[in-house]
């Protein structure tokens, strides 16, 4: 049976509906919560019920919440699964069904509802939970082969250093059972992706690291929209789904190229322009405006890293509010908000485009610049030695490179990423001194550190890390590997 991505959400909203859970809507992806500056999971708008600062209307609810994640920004087209935004659908219980019943349905609308095969699946709990692994063993039938115990960082969900926390397990696809049970390794993408996350939050941890029992046992769940649909739909990864493509293909026509005929380069920035629109589009939906701080930072990086792929794809003018206008017709039925702030989406995006655009050039003057400058002494290189013996060097100069500063100089105020200098520098037979490159960046951050915390996503820089800086409170999100971005 093949599923739409509309479809598969509105399936599993139906699905847990069905079985007495409120569906409520997403929240918007400013948090009220003010310890994140995005909304980077479904429990967020929840928290204070887990927290018990807030009682419940309902005790059981489900959604699917619009989430913005900086931390897996370097993995954008370069892993099948990770984006910046992406849909998390869930299922909620406060203090009401707790582990079983969250298994038994996570296992029901996987197998029953999507039609998974129990082939096909894997699933992790943590390594000390053994009422979750005897529940997938014995009630639901896993052979144990197929349950794997996994440690902290993976399967202990943690809200902050303090505050409600629990283990969690994972569902898991296998695309490769034939490979067999031996050596199953949940890291190797080839084979495996983590799809749905249940979290058991059970216990509250206090400042010295003790855990004691909750009076309220819940469960807060997130299964990848994105990922699921990769799986139904049976395409290579998440960025061939119905909820992504189009927006790739009106970037490929706008650049006149086609991503099946494309080389990896390309299919790289094509994928980033892919997910990043979508993220600017529900930004600007949900009032973030661009600027030079928290969310608006956020919002002028991806906008600029959009603009910047679509040049390295050969796309010369504007172009983000016609992608911008695919994402937006993809996701009004789900998401009307962007089309009644299409106006504002598209006045936003065409503002910081066009400074974006003048900037760049400013940048490609400088760069001409230097080329020149370092052209004529090249010049002097290829005279006969005898002339240049005579009127300039005794001996021939070394093969001429643009700096390190130069090209972070480039980068730092123009804006100008390294790839471009270098490709720029390609077409006039020059190379660019990497090295050099990398030790001045290296000094940039040293003297960041040195005078305050500042960020810029492009120098694994994560406004979650900010959000750790400014308030006390850390919320570490599903797993410790949310909060730290580290690529796995
Ligand atoms: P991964 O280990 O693949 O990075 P995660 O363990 O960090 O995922 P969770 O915090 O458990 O993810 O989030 C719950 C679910 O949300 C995941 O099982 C996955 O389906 C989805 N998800 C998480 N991060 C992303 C992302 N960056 N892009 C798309 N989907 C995501
Ligand atoms: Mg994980
Ligand atoms: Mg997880
Ligand atoms: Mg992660």
């Known amino acids: 049976q093949h599923f739409s991505g509309n479809e598969i959400r509105k399936t599993f909203l139906d699905f847990y509906a069905g079985r007495g859970h409120q569906v409520l809507p997403s929240a918007s992806l400013v948090p009220e919560d003010?310890?994140?500056?995005?909304?980077?999971a479904g429990m967020l708008p929840f928290k204070p019920i887990f927290l018990g600062q807030r009682t419940p209307e309902f005790k059981r609810a489900t959604t699917s919440q619009k989430c913005i994640r900086t931390n897996d920004i370097e993995n954008v087209g370069r892993t099948k699964r990770h984006h910046t935004f992406?849909?998390?659908?869930?299922?909620?219980?406060?203090?009401?069904?707790?582990?079983?019943?969250?298994?038994?349905?996570?296992?029901?609308?996987?197998?029953?509802v999507f039609g998974l095969s129990p082939k096909n699946l894997v699933v992790s709990v943590f390594k000390d939970d053994d009422?979750?692994?005897?529940?997938?063993?014995?009630?639901?039938?896993?052979?144990?082969?197929?349950?794997?115990?996994?440690?902290e960082d993976d399967n202990f969900w943690v809200s902050g250093p303090t505050g409600p926390c629990g283990p969690c397990s994972e569902i898991y696809y296998d695309f490769?059972?034939?490979?067999?049970?031996?050596?199953?390794?949940?890291?190797?993408?080839?084979?495996?992706?983590?799809?749905?996350?249940?979290?058991?939050?059970?216990?509250?941890?206090?400042?010295?690291?003790?855990?004691?029992?909750?009076?309220?046992?819940?469960?807060?769940?997130?299964?990848?929209?994105?990922?699921?649909?990769?799986?139904?739909?049976?395409?290579?990864?998440?960025y061939e789904t119905d909820l992504i493509f189009p927006i790739i293909q009106t970037a490929g026509q706008i650049a006149g190229?086609?991503?099946h005929s494309s080389d990896e380069k390309t299919k790289i920035s094509?994928?980033?322009?892919?997910?990043?629109?979508?993220?600017?589009?529900?930004?600007?939906?949900?009032?973030?405006?661009?600027?030079?701080?928290?969310?608006?930072?956020?919002?002028?990086?991806?906008?600029?890293?959009?603009?910047?792929?679509?040049?390295?794809?050969?796309?010369?003018?504007e172009f983000t509010t016609?992608?911008?206008?695919?994402?937006?017709?993809?996701?009004?039925?789900?998401?009307?908000?962007?089309r009644q702030r299409e106006a504002a989406i598209k006045a936003e995006l065409q503002r910081e485009e066009s400074n974006f655009l003048r900037t760049l050039d400013r940048g490609e003057k400088l760069l001409d610049e230097v080329i020149n400058r370092i052209s004529s002494i090249q010049q002097e290189n290829d005279l006969p030695s005898s002339v240049r013996e005579e009127y300039y060097h005794p001996s021939p100069l070394p093969k001429?490179?643009?700096?390190?500063?130069?090209?972070?100089?480039?980068?730092?105020?123009?804006?100008?990423?390294?790839?471009?200098?270098?490709?720029?520098?390609?077409?006039?037979?020059?190379?660019?001194?990497?090295?050099?490159?990398?030790?001045?960046?290296?000094?940039?951050?040293?003297?960041?550190?040195?005078?305050?915390?500042?960020?810029d996503l492009t120098v694994q820089g994560s406004l979650d890390k900010l959000a750790e800086h400014i308030h006390a409170t850390e919320f570490l999100g599903y797993s410790q590997s949310a909060a730290t971005g580290k690529v796995e």
């Open 34 to 40: 003010p310890t994140v500056l995005l909304t980077i």
């Open 86 to 112: 992406f849909e998390m659908l869930g299922n909620f219980s406060f203090g009401d069904y707790f582990k079983e019943q969250a298994i038994a349905w996570g296992w029901e609308i996987s197998t029953k």
């Open 131 to 151: 009422e979750a692994f005897a529940i997938w063993r014995d009630q639901i039938g896993v052979p144990e082969a197929r349950i794997k115990r996994l440690g």
């Open 176 to 238: 490769h059972p034939e490979r067999g049970d031996e050596n199953i390794d949940l890291e190797d993408d080839t084979r495996f992706i983590e799809f749905y996350n249940l979290v058991f939050m059970q216990y509250n941890r206090d400042a010295s690291g003790n855990l004691t029992p909750l009076q309220n046992k819940n469960i807060d769940t997130g299964m990848g929209l994105e990922r699921i649909a990769q799986i139904l739909q049976n395409v290579p990864n998440n």
């Open 257 to 259: 190229i086609d991503y």
């Open 270 to 317: 094509l994928k980033v322009i892919g997910d990043h629109v979508r993220s600017v589009v529900h930004m600007i939906a949900d009032e973030i405006r661009a600027s030079n701080v928290g969310r608006g930072y956020v919002l002028r990086r991806l906008i600029r890293r959009v603009v910047r792929h679509g040049r390295l794809i050969g796309i010369d003018g």
């Open 322 to 338: 016609q992608v911008a206008e695919t994402a937006i017709a993809l996701s009004e039925s789900a998401y009307p908000n962007v």
């Open 400 to 455: 001429q490179k643009i700096s390190g500063l130069d090209a972070f100089t480039l980068y730092d105020t123009y804006g100008f990423p390294l790839e471009l200098t270098q490709e720029i520098a390609e077409e006039q037979g020059l190379e660019v001194d990497v090295d050099g490159f990398n030790a001045e960046m290296q000094k940039q951050v040293e003297r960041a550190k040195a005078a305050h915390e500042t960020i």
